[in-house]
């Protein structure tokens, strides 16, 4: 048969998708707060008038939206709102200094910048460096001496649809990687990548359309826009924790029926070890996903049986790398962190950019539709991060090394420039991690290489201890360490630490730990 046929629609972009759901969920919780609930009809009207008043300060298609806010409602509708308008959201890390902070809205040359009353103060300080804020495009929650009203200037806007279209290819997105001295890189995502992103984490991460998702990070953070976009995309609700306390997310699972949740080890270790753990209901809770560092292979199993399975490790990079270990592969290959979501492809190489075969350690490479569009104003960084295989296809460099065992598991050995070159010989902290942590004595550990006149490097174990266990030496937890470790990998020195510097997303910053303790002994 002949004739002119149907013209394909476009894919829908995050806007299409919550005036979908604004129309056919209209009644259905979209996110809870507090005692604050807004309905889909809600969220999408709410969003659209944000939409609507960055368009009338001249935001327009790939302007940056910058967004210093505590979790909340507000910083929800801010950066939902900043997309429908078509612009570039900018969620900015909390945590980070004044300058680094400034450094980054500078960079993103933001024309609007929205914040809560906490943030108020500090960015009052740098609005000297940010000369392209349009006028009125200093908004707070609560308003503020030289400030516009967050609500006031949202609600005066017009209610109708955003006549903006973005682009498949307009930047969504503009996440900074985590940083606390040099600016650090940027992560661009556009709109195709970011809705495909979703796509394929919502199917391997298992959401739906009753999904309860609870965010106890914050919502700057890749890990929180997984749990959003996910159960956006699957016309589910989300709930937000304005931050975190394991007592408070065991009520709110129990409370909410949550089924869904992404957070790092050490949140579901402070949660499955909190007293109070049994005298919660998680029942609801099928799909927990854990994320941003690896998780000991006796963890993951405990926390999958307390869960009836349903536990999910995902091991990525906010670029677009993604590998999980789902619950039915857990026992088998507890020690890996899975297999490319399916869609994608990882390989391992050598140093030369040569594949190596299975079993093999080297860094990880990975392919994928959602991986990043590049680093923002860094094209020599772009580059750098870019391994070209023989076909000429564009893949990822990880800077993480990882072996691929002979069932296909991929398995992380650590960070490239983590590692410890010690007398020649390779040392990889993880390892030696890995052993600490066994230690009933020991809540958190981190080992870096430190100065040694005769080795070059040698180890150091940075140890934070369990509450109430102060009977335990350093020098004793040394030698019950080195006595289960390989001759090279022995620990030089073992010290005990108040706490370990770690960003939202959990991971270790060793270059802090190196900038104090790496002098050496």
Same mark, same amino acid.
Request: glycine residues 12%; proline residues 6%; hydrophobic residues 40%.
């Given at each position: 048969?002949?004739?002119?046929?149907?013209?394909?629609?476009?894919?829908?972009?995050?806007?299409?998708?919550?005036? $979908?759901?604004?129309? @056919?969920?209209?009644?259905?919780?979209?996110?809870?707060?507090?005692?604050r609930?807004?309905? @889909?009809?809600?969220?999408?009207?709410?969003? =659209?008038?944000?939409?609507?008043?960055?368009?009338?300060?001249?935001?327009?298609?790939? +302007?940056?939206v910058?967004?210093?806010?505590? *979790?909340?409602?507000?910083m929800?509708?801010?950066?939902?709102?900043?997309?429908?308008? /078509?612009?570039?959201?900018?969620?900015?890390?909390?945590?980070?200094?004044?300058?680094?902070?400034?450094?980054?809205?500078?960079?993103?040359?933001?024309r609007?910048?929205?914040?809560?009353?906490?943030?108020?103060?500090?960015?009052?300080a740098?609005?000297?460096?940010?000369?392209?804020?349009?006028?009125?495009?200093?908004?707070c929650?609560?308003?503020?001496?030289?400030?516009?009203?967050?609500?006031?200037?949202?609600?005066?806007a017009?209610?109708?649809?955003?006549?903006?279209? #973005?682009? #498949?290819?307009d930047?969504?997105?503009?996440?900074?990687?985590?940083?606390?001295?040099?600016?650090?890189?940027?992560?661009?995502?556009?709109?195709?990548?970011?809705?495909? @992103?979703?796509?394929?984490?919502?199917?391997a991460?298992?959401?739906? &359309?009753?999904?309860?998702?609870?965010?106890?990070?914050?919502?700057?953070? *890749?890990?929180?826009?997984?749990?959003?976009?996910? &159960?956006?995309?699957?016309? !589910?609700?989300?709930?937000?924790?304005?931050?975190?306390? #394991?007592?408070?997310?065991?009520?709110?699972?129990?409370?909410h029926?949550?089924?869904?949740v992404?957070?790092v080890?050490?949140q579901?270790?402070?949660?499955?070890?909190?007293?109070?753990?049994?005298s919660?209901?998680?029942?609801?809770?099928?799909?927990?996903?854990?994320?941003?560092?690896?998780?000991?292979?006796?963890?993951?199993?405990?926390?999958?049986?307390?869960?009836?399975?349903?536990?999910?490790?995902l091991? /990525?990079?906010?670029e677009?790398?993604?590998?999980?270990?789902? #619950?039915?592969?857990? =026992?088998?290959?507890?020690?890996?962190?899975?297999?490319?979501?399916?869609?994608?492809?990882?390989?391992?190489?050598?140093?030369? /950019?040569?594949?190596?075969?299975?079993?093999?350690?080297?860094?990880i490479?990975?392919? &994928?539709?959602?991986?990043? &569009?590049?680093?923002?104003?860094?094209?020599?960084?772009?580059?750098?991060a870019?391994w070209?295989?023989?076909?000429?296809?564009?893949? $990822?460099?990880?800077?993480?090394?990882?072996r691929? +065992?002979?069932? !296909?598991?991929?398995? $992380?050995v650590?960070?490239?420039?983590?590692?410890i070159?010690?007398?020649?010989?390779?040392?990889?902290?993880? +390892?030696?991690?890995?052993?600490?942590?066994?230690?009933?004595?020991?809540?958190?550990?981190?080992v870096?290489?430190?100065?040694?006149?005769k @080795?070059?490097?040698?180890?150091?174990?940075?140890?934070?201890?369990?509450?109430?266990?102060?009977?335990v030496?350093?020098?004793?937890?040394?030698?019950?360490?080195?006595?289960?470790?390989?001759?090279?990998q022995?620990?030089?020195?073992?010290?005990?630490?108040?706490?370990?510097?770690?960003?939202?997303?959990?991971?270790?910053?060793?270059?802090?730990?190196?900038?104090?303790f790496?002098?050496?002994?």
């Amino acid at each position: 048969m002949s004739g002119p046929g149907m013209l394909p629609a476009p894919a829908p972009l995050i806007p299409d998708l919550l005036r $979908l759901n604004g129309r @056919w969920r209209a009644g259905k919780p979209a996110v809870t707060c507090g005692t604050r609930t807004l309905s @889909w009809r809600e969220f999408d009207a709410s969003t =659209e008038r944000v939409a609507n008043a960055l368009r009338a300060l001249g935001v327009g298609r790939g +302007d940056a939206v910058g967004v210093l806010m505590n *979790n909340g409602i507000p910083m929800v509708e801010a950066m939902f709102g900043a997309i429908k308008a /078509g612009g570039c959201v900018v969620p900015l890390n909390l945590s980070v200094s004044d300058d680094g902070v400034a450094g980054m809205l500078a960079d993103a040359a933001v024309r609007a910048v929205i914040t809560t009353p906490q943030q108020r103060a500090r960015l009052d300080a740098m609005r000297g460096r940010l000369a392209g804020v349009a006028a009125g495009g200093w908004i707070c929650v609560e308003g503020g001496a030289g400030w516009t009203d967050y609500a006031r200037w949202r609600d005066a806007a017009d209610a109708g649809r955003c006549p903006v279209e #973005p682009r #498949p290819d307009d930047p969504c997105n503009l996440i900074y990687s985590s940083g606390t001295t040099a600016l650090p890189k940027g992560i661009i995502h556009s709109h195709q990548r970011r809705i495909e @992103w979703a796509y394929d984490c919502g199917v391997a991460l298992r959401y739906h &359309s009753g999904t309860v998702a609870i965010c106890p990070v914050g919502l700057f953070s *890749n890990i929180s826009w997984l749990a959003m976009l996910c &159960s956006f995309l699957a016309g !589910g609700s989300i709930v937000v924790m304005e931050h975190f306390e #394991p007592r408070e997310f065991l009520r709110l699972v129990e409370r909410h029926r949550c089924t869904h949740v992404a957070m790092v080890p050490l949140q579901f270790q402070l949660v499955f070890e909190h007293p109070e753990f049994r005298s919660f209901d998680l029942r609801s809770l099928r799909a927990a996903c854990t994320v941003g560092s690896p998780m000991l292979p006796a963890m993951k199993l405990h926390i999958a049986r307390e869960l009836g399975g349903g536990l999910i490790e995902l091991y /990525g990079l906010t670029e677009g790398i993604i590998t999980t270990l789902d #619950p039915e592969d857990l =026992e088998a290959h507890a020690a890996s962190v899975g297999k490319p979501v399916p869609g994608t492809d990882i390989r391992i190489i050598d140093d030369e /950019g040569r594949e190596l075969p299975a079993g093999e350690a080297g860094e990880i490479v990975g392919w &994928s539709r959602f991986v990043m &569009s590049g680093y923002h104003n860094r094209p020599e960084a772009t580059a750098e991060a870019t391994w070209l295989d023989p076909d000429g296809r564009a893949w $990822l460099r990880t800077g993480d090394i990882g072996r691929i +065992d002979g069932d !296909g598991f991929l398995h $992380l050995v650590d960070r490239k420039k983590d590692m410890i070159l010690s007398g020649g010989q390779n040392i990889y902290p993880a +390892d030696i991690e890995a052993v600490l942590k066994t230690h009933e004595a020991v809540f958190d550990c981190a080992v870096i290489g430190v100065a040694h006149e005769k @080795w070059g490097e040698t180890p150091l174990g940075l140890v934070v201890l369990r509450s109430g266990q102060v009977s335990v030496q350093p020098e004793e937890l040394r030698a019950w360490a080195n006595a289960r470790l390989g001759k090279q990998q022995r620990l030089s020195r073992v010290e005990f630490v108040a706490e370990l510097p770690r960003n939202p997303n959990g991971k270790l910053l060793k270059r802090e730990l190196r900038r104090i303790f790496g002098a050496g002994s």
